[in-house]
């Protein structure tokens, strides 16, 4: 605020300002103590002296000079036409009449043009103070007659200071963890958390404000909780977290609460991963710092990403649902089964997954039902290691093979289904090629037949001799099927069943 209290020691006050910013970042409280110190009879150094007349005139609000309108309610043509019919008559007693107008973007159209003529041939008694959230609400011909001033979120390790020199005031005994959380639930407004702390002090009326307290009023969770649900979550622990959740919610934490903190925990390892250098700016203990170093350790930055995503996407849901465990409970089982998911980061972090199992060899593909693979009988164990060259198959063959995936995409949904996975040989004599399913599917072997022959015809105008069967009605068993892994690119196809 240096610049206003030049302007007041060089007497060079303009007409009118516009204070702009968050809320509770002390707009309307700047706004009345220049009103103080435009008026004050002994000003000092640009500040208001608040001993003489009119400073306590104005603070008790008896002056006639100051006149605070909330445009929110007072935002209509009459109201601002009032103004403009008492801007007319000069001040009293003092030098100025100012007038405070908060959440001035609230007017009317026809107000602000109402306003604007004011603006335009002020009387030269008349200031006008502006506040507003939301300066992109204000027309430019407003803003461009008026000094503006942005008022930026207030730092954390300044509203704790506040809090401090007020609670020394007030003989209040208060932990310094205590007045951290609060100042960081505040985010940037000294007025919300000046009215969390307040409502802390009066829960515990007379007792010590400590940290735990503070989170059992405000229904906030611990951070070694988030700790621990970070760790399950890397781990898939999908029960545990559920049952974590559940001793969250019988302790009545707030749900809502617990996913904003989670998010910006989340984040704080997103920095910690990103360069070490973040550990200056995050605002946690010695002890935490040391811990979220080794739980950044257990994701990449894409999968932290992910985590964030999904926690931000449910923090816009929770706000209004009915049912706000549910969506917890939906979310920390997305975050543990990416392939509930379809999108680019789950995939990678289904990915980073399978790799880990490689490295650590615990992923060892079994054949049988659940992998979708035919089960080998023991005839056919030698000749599964040998290979069918390209060069030794047939031109139509080796064309049917490549668009073997885009044929089959070609059949009806429940064909493209049983096709999937399944193997090819070619026909002796190269009369044709025979499909052999992966499973024993419940379907007709010669109607499924005839129908890939018809999507080969129409989409490659060749006529082909297709032969399907199942596993166990496979008169080669014995004999090597073609190995696509080479041949054909084998695209990414997710299962919709």
């Known amino acids: 605020m240096t610049t206003l209290k030049n302007q007041i020691r ?30 004050c009879e002994r000003p000092a150094d640009g500040d208001p002296c608040g001993e003489c007349a009119s400073c306590r005139a104005i603070a008790s609000g008896a002056s006639m000079n100051v006149i605070e309108i909330d445009a929110a309610s007072n935002n209509g043509v009459d109201n601002i036409r009032e103004i403009r019919e008492e801007v007319a008559y000069s001040p009293a007693e003092g030098k100025y009449k100012v007038y405070i107008i908060d959440e001035v973007h609230m007017l009317s159209i026809g107000a602000f043009n109402a306003l604007l003529k004011t603006l335009e041939e002020p009387p030269s008694y008349v200031i006008f103070l502006l506040a507003t959230t939301e300066v992109h609400k204000i027309p430019i011909t407003i803003l461009s007659r008026c000094q503006r ?33 609060v100042a960081k639930a505040g985010d940037g407004s000294m007025r919300d958390a000046l009215s969390l702390l307040d409502q802390c002090i009066a829960f515990y009326l007379g007792q010590k404000l400590t940290y735990d307290r503070v989170l059992q009023v405000l229904g906030a969770v611990d951070l070694e909780v988030f700790g621990s649900f970070f760790r399950r979550i890397c781990a898939q622990d999908v029960t545990g977290l559920i049952r974590e959740l559940e001793q969250i919610i019988l302790q009545g934490r707030e749900l809502s609460q617990f996913v904003t903190d989670f998010i910006w925990y989340l984040r704080n390892l997103l ?17 935490q710092l040391a811990l979220m170093k080794e739980e950044e350790k257990l994701a990449d930055l894409d999968t932290l990403m992910r985590y964030i995503r999904v926690f931000s996407e449910l923090s816009g849901q929770i706000r209004y649902a009915a049912q706000k465990r549910v969506l917890v409970e939906i979310a920390l089982i997305k975050l543990c089964r990416p392939a509930m998911e379809q999108n680019y980061d789950s995939l990678l972090h289904r990915i980073a997954c399978l790799e880990q199992k490689l490295e650590a060899g615990t992923f060892v593909p079994v054949p049988g039902e659940d992998s979708g693979q035919p089960v080998p009988s023991r005839a056919q164990g030698k000749k599964s290691e040998e290979k069918i060259s390209r060069e030794a198959l047939s031109e139509d063959t080796r064309a049917f093979i490549d668009r073997f995936q885009e044929l089959r995409k070609k059949t009806s949904t429940w064909s493209q289904f049983v096709l999937k996975g399944a193997q090819l040989r070619e026909l002796p004599g190269s009369t044709g090629m025979q499909i052999i399913l992966c499973k024993n599917h419940a379907v007709d072997e010669k109607d499924l037949s005839a129908e890939v022959e018809q999507v080969i015809e129409r989409e490659m105008g060749v006529k082909m001799h297709i032969q399907v069967c199942t596993p166990g009605s496979d008169p080669r068993a014995e004999e090597p099927v073609i190995d696509l892994s080479g041949m054909i690119d084998m695209e990414i196809d997710i299962d919709q069943s």
């Open 10 to 39: 060089a007497d060079r006050i303009g007409h009118a300002y516009l204070f702009c910013g968050t809320r509770g970042t002390g707009k309307t409280t700047v706004a009345k103590i220049f009103a103080r110190a435009v008026n």
């Open 149 to 181: 001033y942005d008022f930026h979120r207030i730092t954390t390790e300044t509203i704790t200071g506040r809090l401090r020199d007020l609670m020394e005031q007030e003989q209040v005994e208060v932990e310094e963890r205590a007045l951290s959380y």
């Open 271 to 287: 920095m910690l991963k990103s360069d070490p250098g973040m550990e200056e700016i995050l605002d946690v203990s010695s002890e």
